[in-house]
């Protein structure tokens, strides 16, 4: 079993920039892929970012293409998303995920952190 943990949210105003960090430990060889997602109130939750943890190629949801940016480091297990140029629609409770394939389907992933919330103010 893999256990996840963000950090890093918090309330920022518009045009500010926030880093969220995902700490994984346990069976960690199990995910292949680590991802973003977020949910905002009312709304379903969506894909944000994903990266291989071998490879370390990307993908991003449309909605923060050129804002958003997915990293790992591998020696500590973490997976970060530094975001920039925030706006209020980016408000939303985060969460990290991991699984074993390139997707950006919630379906996709079997691990996920208890989630971290970012607020955007206008």
């Known amino acids: 079993q893999v256990q996840l943990v963000e950090s890093g949210g918090g309330l920022v105003q518009a045009g500010g920039s926030l880093r969220l960090s995902c700490a994984a430990s346990?069976?960690?060889?199990?995910?292949?892929?680590m991802a973003w997602f977020r949910q905002a109130a009312g709304k379903e939750r969506e894909f944000v970012a994903r990266?291989?943890?071998?490879?370390?190629?990307?993908n991003y949801a449309d909605s923060v293409k050129g804002r958003f940016t997915i990293s790992k480091d591998n020696a500590k297990n973490t997976v970060y998303l530094q975001m920039n140029s925030l706006k209020p629609e980016d408000t939303a409770v985060y969460y990290c995920?991991?699984?074993?394939?390139?997707?950006?389907?919630?379906?996709?992933?079997?691990?996920w952190g208890q989630g971290t919330q970012v607020t955007v103010s206008s």
């Open positions: 995920a991991g699984g074993g394939a390139h997707s950006s389907l919630r379906a996709d992933f079997d691990s």
């Open positions: 346990g069976r960690t060889g199990s995910n292949q892929v």
């Open positions: 990266i291989s943890w071998i490879w370390g190629s990307t």
